[in-house]
């Protein structure tokens, strides 16, 4: 059985929050059961992009703050790090608060640049992950709950994609194509190679809709913790009210017999999940939908069945970075006009991920918006 240990918390107030990270790791032994004196402790919060904390793309820096500080006191010698996937690290680091938690936990900040080649558990032959993240003595997972237009949620499991440092991600992309069971194969293969000892997840102020930049912050109150990233993310799914079907990440991770995919096998501390108020995210609009017809039919119709990302006009100015960041290259801009080629596109959605104007929207096929009209449904 795996553990995971999950508890209310109202908000991002220091000592509140404090209490309830205390409250939350106490049935899983405390932070001693995680960090010994001595031990170099990286803690890898969501660093996306350099969006302010209130916009919930990233972690919230008083939880990182507060683990960073419990972390200490154990005796262990704390690292904020990650590589975010837009702009530079330090004035990411700034505009997230990171660089003010690291501050007054005297922890150090670093940039994932160096990187080490890892030879692959699984289908995988080889893995290259940032050098400090692999050999870290110890890894505390920080991530945010949020939707998550390819993989339905980024949690535990989806936050460590950030020990592929910057540009090489889009190389996985590319490698994975439109198949989100292989990104998730992917994703639990460098989950394996290096695991977290601990996993805390911020879902006091989680994300829906179109996640993971440019959805929407939805208060949840409730943090989620255990040793098991796996376990943590099908708890952080009943939270979130999505059901596994849904879920390439823990789809996959039940197929490969992972510990912690199962939720019967898994035993909750704290709060029972059946006290935890229901509550069911809206999901992102990029996401496939499922009307049952035959695979024939939606193999011809793909076109008009299949979202395609679409710049709006009117908000987009042309800066290039989705371009850059597309990982088949699938993005032009001519003529001051930008266009997005369906043939080469792999529906990735790192172009929405990236625009740091959100101006990088969504259109859907003819059918599928009628399909989607008819059958009511908004996204799934
Ligand atoms: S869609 Fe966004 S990232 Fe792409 S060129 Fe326009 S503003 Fe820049
Ligand atoms: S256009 Fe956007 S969704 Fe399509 S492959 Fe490029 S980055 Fe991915």
């Known amino acids: 059985m795996e553990s995971v240990s999950i508890v209310r918390a109202s908000g991002y107030d220091y000592d509140e929050l404090k209490k309830a990270v205390c409250e939350l790791l106490e049935p899983l032994g405390g932070i001693n059961a995680f960090v010994s004196s001595g031990e170099k402790v990286l803690l890898k919060p969501n660093m996306l992009s350099g969006k302010s904390p209130?916009?919930?793309?990233?972690?919230?820096?008083?939880?990182?703050?507060?683990?960073?500080?419990?972390?200490?006191?154990?005796?262990?010698?704390v690292v904020i790090g990650d590589s975010p996937g837009i702009g530079g690290f330090l004035s990411v680091a700034e505009k997230c608060g990171f660089y003010e938690a690291a501050r007054k936990s005297g922890a150090a900040l670093a940039e994932f640049k160096d990187g080490v080649e890892?030879?692959?558990?699984?289908?995988?032959?080889?893995?290259?992950?940032?050098?400090n993240y692999y050999e870290a003595d110890k890894?505390?997972?920080?991530?945010?709950?949020?939707?998550?237009?390819?993989?339905?949620?980024?949690?535990?499991?989806?936050?460590?994609?950030?020990?592929?440092i910057g540009a090489e991600k889009a190389g996985w992309h590319l490698k994975a194509g439109t198949s989100k069971s292989l990104f998730a194969r992917l994703l639990l293969e460098i989950y394996l190679l290096k695991k977290p000892a601990l996993?805390?997840?911020d879902a006091i102020v989680a994300m829906e809709g179109d996640g993971p930049s440019s959805g929407?912050?939805?208060?949840?109150?409730?943090?989620?913790?255990?040793?098991?990233?796996?376990?943590?993310?099908?708890?952080?799914?009943?939270?979130?009210?999505?059901?596994?079907?849904?879920?390439?990440?823990?789809?996959?991770?039940?197929?490969?017999?992972?510990?912690g995919a199962v939720i019967e096998e898994i035993n909750m501390l704290g709060e029972s999940i059946q006290n935890i108020p229901a509550m069911s995210?809206?999901?992102?609009?990029?996401?496939?939908?499922?009307?049952?017809?035959?695979?024939?039919?939606?193999?011809?119709?793909?076109?008009?069945?299949?979202?395609?990302?679409?710049?709006?006009?009117?908000?987009?100015?042309?800066?290039?970075?989705?371009?850059?960041?597309?990982?088949?290259?699938?993005?032009?801009?001519?003529?001051?006009?930008?266009?997005?080629?369906?043939?080469?596109?792999?529906?990735?959605?790192?172009?929405?991920?990236l625009c740091p104007h959100n101006a990088m929207?969504?259109?859907?096929?003819?059918?599928?918006?009628?399909?989607?009209?008819?059958?009511?449904?908004?996204?799934v």
């Not at 997972?141 to 020990?163: D, I, Q, R």
């Not at 109150?221 to 879920?247: C, F």
Request: hydrophobic share 45%; glycine share 8%.
């Open 118 to 131: 890892l030879k692959g558990g699984g289908i995988f032959k080889s893995i290259r992950v940032a050098r």
């Open 54 to 77: 209130e916009k919930a793309v990233t972690t919230h820096p008083v939880l990182v703050q507060i683990v960073s500080e419990l972390a200490r006191d154990a005796g262990g010698r």
């Open 281 to 353: 995210f809206k999901l992102p609009k990029g996401m496939d939908v499922q009307f049952g017809l035959p695979p024939l039919v939606t193999r011809i119709m793909k076109s008009h069945l299949t979202s395609y990302p679409a710049a709006d006009h009117s908000i987009c100015i042309l800066c290039g970075i989705c371009r850059d960041a597309c990982p088949p290259v699938a993005i032009k801009i001519r003529n001051s006009a930008l266009s997005v080629d369906k043939s080469r596109c792999i529906r990735c959605w790192c172009c929405r991920e």
């Open 199 to 201: 996993n805390i997840v």
């Open 361 to 379: 929207g969504i259109k859907s096929g003819r059918l599928l918006r009628v399909l989607k009209k008819l059958s009511g449904k908004s996204s």
């Open 216 to 259: 929407t912050p939805i208060k949840r109150g409730i943090l989620i913790a255990g040793a098991n990233a796996v376990a943590v993310d099908v708890i952080a799914a009943r939270v979130a009210g999505i059901p596994g079907t849904l879920l390439p990440i823990e789809r996959e991770a039940a197929s490969l017999g992972l510990s």
């Open 139 to 164: 890894i505390i997972n920080l991530p945010k709950l949020k939707t998550h237009e390819m993989m339905t949620l980024t949690c535990a499991v989806k936050n460590l994609f950030g020990a592929v």
